[in-house]
C-alpha cells in the first residue's frame, strides 16, 4: 500500500534548504487530522507557499490524489533551490505539482485570484532583527523580523486574494506571532479560524491555525463565538502556563 504522507527517506535535501522538522511535521499532522473534510471539500487547486524541501506539498498530494485524481497543485519559493528540491522530492514519490520560484505568489496572483481552494504556510516565523528578513539562502527560511510577521503579514493580502470562495487555509504559527491578532487581521477579511494543531516543543509553541471564508457577518458572529479562536487560543495559554510554572 502507498504511503499516505511523504516518506523521509525520499525527501531530497540541500544545506540551503529547510530541512523538514517539528513545524513541518505538525503542519502535515493537520492535514492528516482534516483529510476526511479535505476529501470532501473536493478542491480543485491546492497550492503550498514557501514550499522548502518539498514535504509538505508531496503530503498533501499523497493524502489526496486516490480519492481526488485531477487536483492541480502549485508549490512557491524565493529559494531557487527550494524549487529543485521539491521537484525531486515530487518526483522520487512518483507524484507532480508545477513548482515556481517567485516572491510570495507574485507571477501567479493575477492568473489565480479566486481560484485556490486549499492553500497551506509554513512561513519564516522565528522572531529576528530585521535585517535578517529576505536573506538569501537559508536564513530566509526561519527569519521572520519583529513578533515574526514581517513575512507572515505580507502573505496575508495574497492568500486572500488566491482563495476561493470556498477556500481553506492553514497556517503555522508559534504564540510569539501573536495569533489572536493574525486571526483578527483574517476575520476583517471576512474569514472565521480554529486551532487544528497545538504542540509545545522545548523551543517553540506552535498552533496551526485554520482559516475559512464566511459567507455574512452573522455566520461570521457564530462561527467565531463557542468554539471560536480566542475559546481555544485561552485554554491553550492556561494549559501551557501550568505546564510551565508545574
Ligand atoms: C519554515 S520553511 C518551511 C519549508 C517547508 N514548507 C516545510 O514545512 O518544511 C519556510 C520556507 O518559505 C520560504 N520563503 C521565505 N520567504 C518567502 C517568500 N517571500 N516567498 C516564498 N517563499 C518564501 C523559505 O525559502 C523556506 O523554504
Known amino acids: 500500500m502507498s504511503s499516505r504522507i511523504a516518506e523521509i527517506r525520499l525527501v531530497s535535501s540541500h544545506r540551503e534548504v529547510y530541512e523538514p522538522c517539528d513545524d513541518s511535521f ?20 491546492c497550492m503550498e507557499i514557501g514550499c522548502g524541501s518539498g514535504y509538505v506539498i508531496t503530503s498533501l498530494i499523497l493524502l489526496l490524489k486516490n480519492e481526488l485524481p485531477g487536483v492541480h497543485y502549485l508549490a512557491t519559493d524565493t529559494n531557487p533551490i527550494a524549487a529543485r528540491v521539491t521537484q525531486e522530492t515530487l518526483q522520487a514519490h512518483g507524484v507532480e505539482a508545477d513548482v515556481i520560484c517567485t516572491d510570495i505568489a507574485s507571477v501567479l496572483e493575477k492568473r489565480l485570484a479566486g481560484s485556490v481552494d486549499v492553500m497551506v504556510v509554513n512561513p519564516p516565523y522565528v522572531p529576528t532583527p530585521e535585517d535578517e528578513v529576505g536573506m538569501e539562502g537559508i536564513a530566509s527560511a526561519w527569519a521572520g523580523g519583529e513578533n515574526g510577521r514581517r513575512v507572515i503579514d505580507r502573505m496575508l493580502p495574497v492568500v486572500d486574494v488566491l482563495l476561493s470562495e470556498k477556500g481553506w ?76 510554572w508545574r
Open 169 to 244: 487555509f492553514y497556517l503555522v504559527t508559534l504564540t510569539s506571532n501573536c495569533p489572536l491578532e493574525i486571526c483578527l487581521v483574517m476575520r476583517k477579511k471576512g474569514y472565521a479560524s480554529r486551532i487544528v494543531v497545538q504542540r509545545s516543543t522545548d523551543e517553540e509553541n506552535l498552533l496551526i491555525l485554520k482559516f475559512w471564508r464566511v459567507k455574512d457577518e452573522e455566520s461570521l458572529d457564530k462561527e467565531t463565538s463557542s468554539e471560536s479562536f480566542v475559546s481555544q487560543f485561552s485554554r491553550y495559554l492556561s494549559s501551557f502556563m501550568e505546564k510551565r
Open 26 to 45: 505538525a503542519l502535515v499532522d493537520a492535514l492528516l487530522a482534516d483529510r476526511i473534510n479535505l476529501i470532501e471539500h473536493k478542491p480543485k487547486i
